[in-house]
T-cell receptor
Framework: GAVVSQHPSRVICKSGTSVKIECRSL??????MFWYRQFPKQSLMLMAT?????????EQGVEKDKFLINHASLTLSTLTVTSAHPEDSSFYIC???????????FGDGTRLSIL | QKEVEQDPGPLSVPEGAIVSLNCTYS??????FMWYRQYSRKGPELLMY????GNKEDGRFTAQVDKSSKYISLFIRDSQPSDSATYLC????????????FGKGTKLSVIP
């Protein structure tokens, strides 16, 4: 089946650090990727939609200067959490779909802890 | 009223039981319906995918969609301890470039 790889799986860093998370579609071209955030015991909250070759679309309340998204190729999207603070600690998950079709496939997530 | 309603549980069943998980929704534009399984500290894993109304079976899993009632179900037969996870329903009005709307997830425990 379709595979989406997310890296790293776990990050622990100091406050003020910028952290980059990669999302790769391994066996298909993903024109659209999505970035989610998930708090403990809650469902996924969409942060932004990433389209290859164009600017990401951010959901209301998500700071685009805080969460930088780059989708430079059909197999790679990156999320950079800039100047991370403890409140940015969360589980970040990406998803991708083949050629814009359903269903979406998810990466295994990145657990970010800011000290 | 939220767009997608899903009982968060927790739901505990004995091994071998039939499990029924459900979601209701309010947006009649939804036409793509998915069930994902999420283990703790992992990303959601696609279990079942259905377009429009009808039933779909895959091994021990059966997904049902009733668009007239705005109601979807996932049945798990002969449940196993390895089925213990959170099950998320998700739906979309359009193709893969459309965002998914998720239920809150139902936490299932299958007791040996």
């Amino acid at each position: 089946g379709a595979v989406v790889s997310q890296h790293p799986s776990r990050v622990i860093c100091k406050s003020g650090t910028s952290v980059k998370i990669e999302c790769r579609s391994l066996d298909f071209q993903a024109t659209t990727m999505f970035w989610y955030r998930q708090f403990p015991k809650q469902s996924l909250m969409l942060m932004a939609t990433s389209n290859e070759g164009s600017k990401a679309t951010y959901e209301q309340g998500v700071e685009k200067d805080k969460f930088l998204i780059n989708h430079a190729s059909l197999t790679l999207s990156t999320l950079t959490v800039t100047s991370a603070h403890p409140e940015d600690s969360s589980f970040y998950i990406c998803s991708a779909s083949y050629a814009g079709r359903q269903p979406q496939h998810f990466g295994d997530g990145t657990r970010l802890s800011i000290l | 009223q939220k767009e997608v309603e899903q009982d968060p549980g927790p739901l505990s069943v004995p091994e071998g039981a039939i499990v029924s998980l459900n979601c209701t929704y309010s947006n009649s534009a939804f036409q793509y319906f998915m069930w994902y399984r999420q283990y703790s500290r992992k990303g959601p894993e696609l279990l079942m995918y259905t377009y429009s109304s009808g039933n779909k079976e895959d091994g021990r899993f059966t997904a049902q969609v009733d668009k007239s009632s705005k109601y979807i179900s996932l049945f798990i037969r002969d449940s196993q301890p390895s089925d213990s996870a959170t099950y998320l329903c998700a739906m979309s009005a359009g193709a893969g470039s459309y965002q998914l709307t998720f239920g809150k997830g139902t936490k299932l425990s299958v007791i040996p």
